[in-house]
């Protein structure tokens, strides 16, 4: 995902490709116990941690450049390059996750972090609507929001989503589980 001019960009990569497990379940329907799911996260912090230790970001190809140059883009940043999950691309869910610890350099201006800082996350999110330029190169808005997601140990890990359409730009754009974008 790219902003441009505080814009959000958004690509596929389609030459990566490995499996992320998911925590809580065996993909057969059964929990597992504590000491498996911990298991699973290390593996898959492994696994998602050479995605993002690569020395130098991925380019955009020379047709997304065009595309954010049309629409008027100059400033052109890799914000995050990231492995979909399960629930990126599940209809039930709508939304992109783009969690903080992700997010190589800040795309928002600091009064927009302030809008979506002043939600009460009580079923109460602030967002705004953004531009997105999809793989398909297609040129749409979604809607922003930040989410505080609790965590049993009492802590919370906070990420922004794209929500509203994001299964119509998951499915206009056949973007699946484990592709990145």
């Not at 492994?46 to 629409?71: E, G, H, M, N, V």
């Not at 903080?100 to 972090?113: S, V």
């Not at 302030?114 to 997105?132: P, Q, W």
């Not at 997601?149 to 119509?168: E, H």
Request: hydrophobic residues 35%; glycine residues 6%; positive net charge.
């Amino acid at each position: 995902m790219d902003v441009v001019d505080g814009e959000m960009k958004i690509k596929k990569e389609y030459d990566q490709g490995f499996r992320v497990e998911h925590e809580g379940d065996d993909h057969q329907g059964r929990l597992l116990d504590s000491s498996k799911i911990k298991k699973k996260k290390q593996k898959m912090a492994t696994r998602c941690d050479q995605q993002y230790t690569t020395p130098s970001p991925p380019d955009l190809s020379i047709k997304f450049r065009k595309r954010i140059r049309a629409l008027g883009g100059s400033d052109i940043a890799l914000v995050i390059q990231k492995c979909l999950f399960k629930t990126d691309v599940s209809s039930g869910h709508n939304r992109l996750s783009i969690p903080f610890n992700q997010i190589r350099q800040t795309f928002l201006t600091p009064q927009a972090t302030e809008f979506l800082n002043s939600g009460d996350n009580k079923k109460k999110c602030s967002e705004m609507e953004v531009m997105l330029i999809e793989p398909s190169l297609r040129r749409g808005t979604i809607s922003l929001r930040k989410w505080e997601m609790k965590k049993a140990s009492g802590s919370a890990t906070s990420m922004y989503v794209l929500v509203g359409q994001w299964n119509l730009v998951a499915w206009r754009n056949a973007l699946r589980e484990d592709e990145t974008v």
